[in-house]
């Protein structure tokens, strides 16, 4: 009902040409979407991450329509050179490196001819492992199928009413999960695993992650770039310091090597800033040689953004794909809305806004 509401008001406010006056307004800002997997309706989870390839077309032509579609090399020389960006400036991130970026959203970006870029969790490219998250969403929905008493399995379960909609709880388990050693994830996921029956599920495909073969010929297409997303998805602010380089740096050289170019820029994992990561980490990203960094803040980047806390604008499979709602999130109305709320009831950051030191 929230969401039908929503609906209808998104499509108020683009009939009032509300979407086209603030992507007027910020034609200075850099929009970078992001985006996951890209998978055929009729095998699609009910997941944010997994995105309807007829939605995926629909928000190409309109960027297409709109925007000037950059690729991130673009962006490091920008950065490299300090130079501008065109206006109206968009780039086109995906994370995690899902196989569904090639075999789904690659033809589309071939067919549109936009570039993008790929985040790769290196460990796990060319295997046929699947990262925890989506592990935990297929033992989740099997353990759902086959009736499994959640609440009986675990310590961690043991919290009362958990909802029987895998679209409710998923999201619920995997927050509570990611803050969780990668050990006690796995344990967890494997007991959920044991009590249901072992069929193959056919979403499953969909958490399939790239072959080493599809990022060379996506590579060498030259319309899609490749950074580095650690080499297991781990949050970096949970890593001990001897652990950043097998996860910040190791990744950079391995896949510089693997695609025989220089490898520039980095994508953490859960991305919120100064909780995901933090100053120090940045600093690491420098001295490794990394030019920028994307996190998972939603805004768009002004001017004066910060190339290792670069804002993205997060595309999934709900409200956010949605037409009316697409429009009006990319042009950034919402911040702006945002921070027109937080001013009025923040009033004591707006007088400290004005103190005499910062003018
Ligand atoms: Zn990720």
Known sequence: MKNLIKKYAAKALCTLWIDSIFRS??????????YHGVCLPERCPPLFTQLPVHLFREQLSFIKRHYQVI?????????????KLPERSVLLTFDDGFMNNYKVAFPLLKEFNLPAVIYLTTDYIGTDQHLWFDELFLSLKAALENHVDLESIEDLFSFSNLPNDLAELYPLLSNKLKRKTLKERLHLISKLKSKSSSTEDPMQENFNLLTWEQVKEMHASKLIHFGVHTATHRIISELDKEEWHEEIAAPKERLSEMLNCEVATFCYPNGIPDLDFN???EQYLIEKGYICSFSTAES?????????????????????????FFRLQTSGFFYALKSVFSKINNPKRKQREIQPEEI
Not at 26 to 33: A, E, F
């Open 25 to 34: 307004l910020n034609k200075k800002k850099l929009l970078v979407l992001t």
């Open 71 to 83: 690729s991130v090399d673009d962006l490091v020389v920008s950065l490299r050179e300090k130079k």
């Open 279 to 281: 100053e120090s980490h």
């Open 300 to 324: 768009l980047n002004d001017a004066n953004y910060k190339p290792f806390r670069i804002g993205r604008v997060s595309v999934g499979n709900d409200l956010t794909s949605e037409k009316n």
